[in-house]
C-alpha cells in the first residue's frame, strides 16, 4: 500500500519564521504536490514536481518555496512565515501513468498555525 | 465506506457542445469538489461545492446534497477543456475519497 508520510500532524510557528514541511512516499513515485485545503476554498495546488530538482508554480505559489533534491522526497519552504499561511497543508504523489481509480496519494496533513 | 461515483466514463464532444458529468454519492457529505486532471497529473481546483450552485465562466456545478449528487455543466466546449474530471470529497480525518473520473476528449 502507498505510503505518504508527512513529518508533522501539527505546527506552531511565529510569523517571520522559516517553516519547514516534509514530505516522503514510499512508491518511488514521479510526481509529488503540495496543497492547502482552507474552509470554503477547498485544496489549492501550491507547487509539483514532476522529477528530481524538477518544480512547477501551482496556483498559489506565492510564499512558498520548494525542494525536491531525492525522488521521494518533497519539501515546503516558507521562507518567512505569515498568519495567512495558517492552514491543513497537503502532500500527494502519484505516479507518472497512474490508473485513473487513484488520481493521487494523500498524505495525512500537516495543521499549521502561524501565530 | 462511501462510494463515489461519475459518470459518464468517456466522453468524446465535438468542439462547442455542452455536456454535463455527474458525481453521485453514497452517503452525506459536505465538502466536495470538482478537478480537472491536466496531463501533468495536477488536480486543477474547479469548484469547492458543498451545496447549491457556483459558476465560473463556462463551467458551472451544482450540488444538492440531500440527494446525493453534484453536476459539472461544461458548455461551447473547447479544446483545452479535454482531461479527466474528478469529483472527490473529504472525511473528518482528511482522508480523500475520489470518483472514477471522467475522461473528456473535445476534437476541434
Known amino acids: 500500500d502507498v505510503k505518504v508520510t508527512q513529518s508533522s500532524r501539527y505546527l506552531v510557528k511565529r510569523t517571520g519564521e522559516k517553516v519547514f514541511l516534509e514530505c516522503v512516499q514510499d512508491m518511488d513515485h514521479e510526481n509529488m504536490f503540495w496543497y492547502r485545503q482552507d474552509p470554503g476554498l477547498g485544496l489549492r495546488l501550491i507547487y509539483f514536481s514532476y522529477d528530481v530538482k524538477m518544480k512547477e508554480k501551482g496556483d498559489i505559489p506565492e510564499g512558498y518555496s520548494v525542494s525536491r533534491e531525492k525522488k521521494e522526497r518533497f519539501s515546503l519552504i516558507l521562507e518567512s512565515a505569515s498568519t495567512n499561511q495558517t492552514s491543513m497543508y497537503l502532500c500527494?504523489?502519484?505516479?507518472?501513468?497512474?490508473?485513473?481509480?487513484?488520481?493521487?496519494?494523500f498524505g495525512d496533513g500537516t495543521r499549521l498555525s502561524i501565530l | 465506506g462511501i462510494q463515489v461515483e461519475q459518470s459518464p466514463p468517456d466522453l468524446i464532444l465535438q468542439e462547442g457542445a455542452n455536456s454535463t458529468l455527474r458525481c453521485n454519492f453514497s452517503?452525506?457529505?459536505?465538502?466536495l469538489q470538482w478537478f480537472h486532471q491536466n496531463p501533468w497529473g495536477q488536480l486543477i481546483n474547479l469548484f469547492y461545492?458543498?451545496?447549491g450552485t457556483k459558476q465560473n465562466g463556462r463551467l458551472s456545478a451544482t450540488t444538492v446534497a440531500t440527494e446525493r449528487y453534484s453536476l459539472l455543466y461544461i458548455s461551447s466546449s473547447q479544446t483545452t477543456d479535454s482531461g479527466v474530471y474528478f469529483c472527490a470529497f473529504r472525511n473528518n480525518f482528511n482522508k480523500f475519497y475520489f470518483g472514477s473520473g471522467t475522461k473528456l476528449n473535445v476534437k476541434p
Open positions: 461545492i458543498p451545496s
Open positions: 500527494a504523489s502519484k505516479r507518472r501513468l497512474a490508473s485513473r481509480n487513484q488520481p493521487q496519494h
Open positions: 452517503d452525506s457529505v459536505n465538502n
